[in-house]
């Protein structure tokens, strides 16, 4: 049991880090879009980057910010539980 609690602490450090260094990748809201798409704040219909924004770097930096996020509260929530037993 203290070899599960020992690779869980540290799959959870490993993804504590890679969250931090992924939130750091992303772009903050509405950086740049503007000069590089041609929008505008009041027409954000046009443009490249509004019909390509599922498959933007953003996009996947998001994804795979919110996944590793998920999967943190998951394991934290299992290493509450086996240090309470």
């Not at 939130?23 to 954000?44: P, R, Y």
């Not at 953003?58 to 309470?84: H, N, Q, W």
């Amino acid at each position: 049991m203290e070899i599960i609690r020992y690779i869980l602490l540290g799959i959870d450090g490993i993804l504590c880090l890679v969250i931090i260094a992924l939130m750091l990748l992303q772009a903050g809201k509405g950086a740049g879009s503007s000069i590089m798409g041609g929008e505008s704040s009041s027409d954000s219909s046009e443009g490249y980057l509004s019909h390509n924004k599922d498959r933007s770097r953003d996009a996947r930096l998001r994804r795979a910010t919110l996944t590793c996020g998920i999967l943190f509260m998951i394991i934290t929530y299992v290493l509450g539980l086996l240090y309470i037993v």
